[in-house]
């Protein structure tokens, strides 16, 4: 299927799961209340993959989509931005990142460890062969993103075949947690009432921001709307632009900087058309989210969680069962984690996923978890998922450590 076929098929898909999913139909309302569209948005395009109607490695779409269309969704979506109001989301936030990060550092020697018990064959190895060289990179990007795995595949030197077969195994767990995180956006109040957690601070965000842009809410012409484009896509060619200067400067003349993974072009991508976004929402610019900016911006998202879910492969764990098991168990250890301390401070899922997600997925995946609880709070997963390309090389490097201590 070409690009243009996969493109136009990817909008029939969203285009019925969304007009289902408004429908007054009483079948279609009990069905959405248990399967929150934004996980069908997710899990169908999954299935054009899965059954080789798709070849994901192939497209041009993903690239395109989270390199253009992402940071254009991240400036509208703060052209609002009411920073008086986030303040109010108070410390847990952060402590439930820092629970996200150390729960993936400590769980990838754990999972090396148990497995090595019941099947050392799995995580052994020799040399570039020896798992652990290939579970590092893994930490890296399960903590940071793609230019920290970069950076501890130079350290750890995993051979090509071990490393493509980690690509996988990150691909696979990675995407099946964030369907497992989509789903409970659906059961959010719920889930709260579980973990006994106030949720007051959320809903205070959400409802002052929905107010603000009802104050202002009109019926957008098309100039309005070719503004918004303008003003988007704008920004997102202004940090291309930037990007491509600041990111190799970095490379070539601050070996400290790069240690903390800045010179990763597609930091400042996401960086800097948030921090424009941000500055426009000081200007009469923000009036635009009257008609209709953030609504533009989910239809951009909406695509963008499409496109993530044509690169999952639900069969792809018969190819690595061994990795899959290691992945799998080192997954839950974090989820596990992140649950009990969850409970332990009373924070509630939008922090729990938004803190998860910005390790596991980073600023490609944790604006659209938190945009999938209100599209005003997209920024806060962008926030948290830079700190993760801050500790991302550090903390990989340590569980790459610990993981080899406990090997076979």
């Not at 990838?108 to 460890?113: Q, S, T």
């Not at 989910?298 to 499409?306: D, E, G, N, R, S």
Request: hydrophobic fraction near 55%; glycine fraction near 8%.
């Amino acid at each position: 299927m070409s690009d243009p076929v996969t493109l136009g098929v990817l909008f029939l898909i969203l285009a019925v799961i969304l007009s289902t999913a408004d429908s007054p139909r009483p079948f279609w309302q009990r069905f959405y209340h248990y399967v929150p569209a934004t996980l069908l948005c997710y899990f169908l395009p999954s299935l054009l993959n899965t059954f080789g109607w798709v070849d994901a490695d192939n497209t041009a779409l993903y690239p395109i989509v989270s390199r253009v269309l992402l940071p254009a969704s991240l400036v509208l979506f703060t052209l609002s931005v009411d920073f008086k109001a986030f303040r109010r989301l108070g410390r847990k936030s952060m402590l439930m990142f820092a629970a996200s990060a150390v729960s993936i550092m400590l769980g990838g020697p754990l999972a090396v460890w148990l497995i090595a018990l019941l099947a050392p064959e799995l995580v052994g190895g020799q040399g570039p062969d020896a798992v652990w060289r290939g579970l590092a990179t893994l930490a890296g990007t399960w903590i940071g993103g793609g230019a920290n795995q970069t950076a501890l595949k130079e350290v750890f030197q995993p051979s090509s075949n071990l490393f493509s077969a980690i690509v996988t195994v990150d691909v696979f767990i990675s995407n099946l947690w964030l369907g497992v995180l989509l789903y409970g956006t659906g059961q959010a109040t719920t889930i709260d009432r579980w973990l006994r957690a106030d949720a007051s601070a959320v809903e205070e965000v959400k409802d002052r921001v929905r107010h603000q842009v009802e104050a202002i809410r009109r019926i957008p012409s098309s100039t309005d709307l070719m503004v918004i484009l303008a003003i988007g896509f704008g920004a997102t060619a202004v940090a291309h632009a930037l990007a491509g200067v600041i990111a190799p400067y970095v490379d070539q003349h601050s070996p400290l900087l790069s240690q903390f993974s800045l010179n990763a072009p597609f930091f400042w991508i996401v960086g800097l058309a948030t921090a424009i976004g941000i500055g426009l929402s000081f200007t009469k610019a923000r009036n635009l989210e009257g008609a209709g900016a953030s609504k533009v911006a989910t239809v951009f998202l909406y695509l963008m969680i499409a496109t993530i879910g044509l690169k999952m492969n639900i069969l792809a764990i018969a190819d690595h069962p061994g990795l899959i098991l290691v992945g799998l168990v080192w997954m839950l250890f974090h989820v596990l984690l992140m649950i009990g301390f969850s409970r332990l401070i009373r924070a509630p899922y939008f922090f729990l996923a938004v803190g998860s997600q910005a390790c596991i997925g980073g600023p490609a995946t944790a604006p659209i978890i938190a945009a999938a609880f209100h599209p005003v709070l997209a920024p806060v997963g962008v926030l948290m998922s830079i700190l993760g390309y801050a500790v991302g090389t550090y903390m990989g490097y340590v569980c790459g450590i610990l993981m080899q201590l406990v090997s076979p």
